[in-house]
């Protein structure tokens, strides 16, 4: 078509029509999700990735062509005006998030959106707000964790009684990228980022904490944030510094609903370890642990047992028919990474827009609001030092 704002790149088919914004490390993970999705499972739409959006224009049309996008634009805006467009998917910037997601559900689309929700409160509210009245359009929040099949199998057993009444909630993100020698991002930047790795991995902790309990948090009892590198290298190679003004770690306790006491701790600056996504829940009757750094595997103590042959039990999560999302993929023990959670949500995503059910539940912006206010209690936490009643937080 003459004049139109996107520059072809190949035909165009009408199934589910999918947009992304971003082409950065969530623009790659997305990008992947989407293509592969069709490929592994058997879904009741195909999926066609119809146009990118980014910024960087050197890269876009490479990136598009690798990723197998039909067409792109330098301006996110584009999309908006497109009526053939079903899906946005917004992989950029916590600071952008809000703009850009209530300018979609205002043009009739459906919205998918990297965690956290947002970058404030006040942004999170209002996309919350947007989506309540986006009648017929659907939403959806990346929290990748889960699905993986770990994970929402220990929500299965949570939910099935198998650990009785929830005792206890431990989680810890812990990562080692942070240092001083990782230049000044974005992420480093409170007017970006809104938080450091609060934001970024206690969000994953809340979220999975909910998810896997069934719980809301309560009461956030009190927070410590530090920041230990106060100034980073700029990245443009000009060898000048600016400062890191969000929290290198964040570090938390609450009680949830029914209960449970709770801690989580977050940090970029762990040395040793690498992405140590880590989740345990302690019941009456029995308990559980994860660690995304071996994330087929969930371990599972059950009191039933008895003395004589207690302990840990190793569960292997890659048997079909047994593990949620194991009959997608390989046979048993041929293990999963880091990709197959978002492809697995892009096929979720796929069966609810068709009239479907996710094979575990989908996060929403009003289910992200949730964990929001968390994140917000908590640095409220951490910046009075007093705690912090999540009926307090609106």
Known sequence: MAGH????????????????????????????????????????????????????????????????????????????????????????????????AIAMLEAGKHVACEKPLAGTLDDARAMRDAARKAKGCKTFVWFNYRRCPAVALAQQLVAEGRLGAIHHVRATYLQSWGGPGCPLSWRFRKRRAGSGAHGDLNAHLIDMARFVTGQEIRTVHGAVAKTFVRERELPDGSGRRGRSDVDDSLLFTASLKGGATASFEASRVAPGHLNRNTLEVNGAEGSLRFDFEDMNVLWLHEESVGARTAGWRRIMCTSAG????????????????????????????????????????????????????VLEAALVAAREQCSVRLSEIK
């Open 322 to 373: 047994n593990h949620p999302y194991a009959a997608a993929w390989w046979p048993d023990a041929h293990v999963l990474g880091y990709e197959h959670g978002f492809v697995n949500m892009a096929a979720d995503i796929v069966r609810v827009l068709s009239g479907g059910t996710a094979e575990a539940a989908l996060p929403d912006f009003e289910d992200a609001w949730q964990t929001q206010r």
């Open 5 to 100: 704002p996107f520059r072809e790149r190949g035909t165009m088919a009408r199934p589910l029509n999918v947009a992304l914004i971003g082409q950065k490390f969530m623009g790659r993970a997305h990008s992947n999700a989407w293509g592969q999705a069709p490929r592994f499972f058997d879904l009741p739409r195909a999926v066609v990735l119809a146009a990118v959006a980014a910024r960087d224009g050197a890269e876009l049309a490479p990136f598009a062509a690798r990723w197998g996008w039909a067409r792109h634009t330098s301006d996110w805006s584009d999309l908006a005006a497109d009526p053939s467009l079903d899906l946005v998917d917004i992989g950029t910037p916590n600071d952008v998030h809000a703009e850009q």
